[in-house]
């Protein structure tokens, strides 16, 4: 039997991640379902990595998960906002599968974009984290605009959600601390705007679905206190130019072998 | 014997370039010299471009004499501030080897960053070009700024050069015109900024010189009057992992064999 919230089992899955060094418990309805997105963020995390991080916009916990599954020295805050994917955190947290990593793990019902009081009453401590990686909701703005395609990236340009997101990253982070988000490229202008002032040296990978295909999604990493410029780093390309299998890097990165960054 | 401004012999080369399809009458001296990044730029005009195109901070016309060897039906204005490198340009358009591209490239002294009624009197006409592309001289702001790279990167950021010259361009354009920009990565949030309510659909293409490697330019093409947001295209890489030959792709298009965008 299960403890915690109700959940019907019905409606939710559990699925292996890492090849299976840790297991996630997923509603089973489409939207929410965690995968690549989170595993590449979750790469974004030097090898070797020990403190504090914080997951904003866990979901489910599958980028925060996955870190604590391959650095044993971090200690992971998952922060999301929606009941239903808490409870399946708490869920994960609570499988014979988990138990080498649950001691490790703790999860937050919180809104990431609450400022001032709000944040901190809601448990988002200031100065306290590390590491802060994120996977904002952009495909809800997306979801939302025009079914113009056009139109729609510049609405996603316009929303103001960086800024809300790297707002309360900043005010988590501690001096030093690096903070790692996977957004769409067509974001790239408002990230770099939003980390201005908070996070420097920006640095990012883009990936690529296929050599000679447009990037999909950018991973970029900075760096509270530093002011250096943005760097563009080599890409990442999962497939090749045919089939369904990912290149050897892209497997390595998604199943916890190796990070995107070298440090 | 030469006719026009007087030039000292030995103080110039004259330098073939599209393996000998074009020369260039250039300063001994390095620091004005075109290499990489003026082929680079020529490359981002798509094959089989017709009309009227300004090369923006010309120095010799390198790129601007580029397009105008790769695509027959251009007609290319070389627009540059300092006295020295118009008369190169000048001298280039008399050599007998350039007589087959000489009649559609022409050249206008003035400098790229004045406005309004200033820009309209030194000639820098608006509403009357279909493809503008600039090399600004990132560099400079580079040389005059902080030992300090990490600094330097970031007053980069902040001098204001992209949106002095994409205002001047946006005012060139005619509706519909793409202009093409080179610059370094650290640049393009600034250029970003600049575009916006004047170019739109930005496509950067990073150039990194060999795989494993952080890009050093991007080379980032717009559209006046498209509203679609920022698209990461898959990278050109100049340099395989050691050696000094070029890819096939790199020595494609510095040669004016292939261009860099597809359409």
Redesign the interface.
């Known amino acids: 039997m299960r403890e915690g919230p109700p959940l019907d089992d019905r409606a939710f899955t559990i699925d292996a991640f890492h090849r299976g060094r840790f297991h996630l418990v997923q509603p089973a309805g489409k939207g929410h379902r965690a995968g690549l997105d989170a595993m590449l963020l979750a790469g974004a995390v030097q090898a070797g990595f020990a403190g504090a991080l914080a997951d904003l916009g866990a979901g489910a916990g599958a980028a925060g998960f996955a870190v604590a599954a391959r650095c044993p020295e971090a200690r992971v805050l998952l922060v999301e906002r929606e009941p239903e994917m808490v409870a399946c955190a708490q869920e994960s947290l609570r499988l014979p599968a988990n138990s080498a990593l649950a001691s490790r793990i703790e999860v937050l019902q919180a809104d990431v974009e609450l400022s001032g009081s709000d944040r901190a009453k809601a448990g988002l401590a200031e100065n306290a984290f590390d590491f802060i990686i994120m996977n904002p909701p952009f495909n809800a703005a997306h979801d939302r605009a025009s079914p113009d ?3 729609r ?2 609405h ?2 316009d929303d103001g959600l960086f800024e809300r997101w790297l707002r309360t990253a900043a005010a988590m982070a501690r001096p030093g601390a690096r903070v790692a988000v996977i957004a ?6 408002q990230i ?2 939003a980390l201005e002032g908070r996070f ?2 920006p ?1 990012a990978v ?1 990936v ?1 679905p296929r ?5 999909l999604r ?1 991973i970029l990493r900075a760096r509270k206190g ?10 990442l390309v999962l497939h090749g130019e045919t089939g369904r299998g990912f290149t050897a890097r892209a497997d390595a990165i998604i199943n916890g072998r190796e990070a995107l960054f070298a440090d």
């Not at 769409?184 to 202008?189: E, G, H, M, Y």
């Not at 050599?211 to 990037?215: I, L, Q, S």
């Not at 530093?226 to 890409?235: H, S, T």
């Open positions: 395609p056009l139109r990236q510049a996603v340009m769409r490229p067509a974001s790239l202008a770099l705007s420097g040296s640095r883009p690529h050599p000679g295909v447009e990037a950018i530093d002011r250096g410029g943005f760097a563009l780093l080599p890409p």
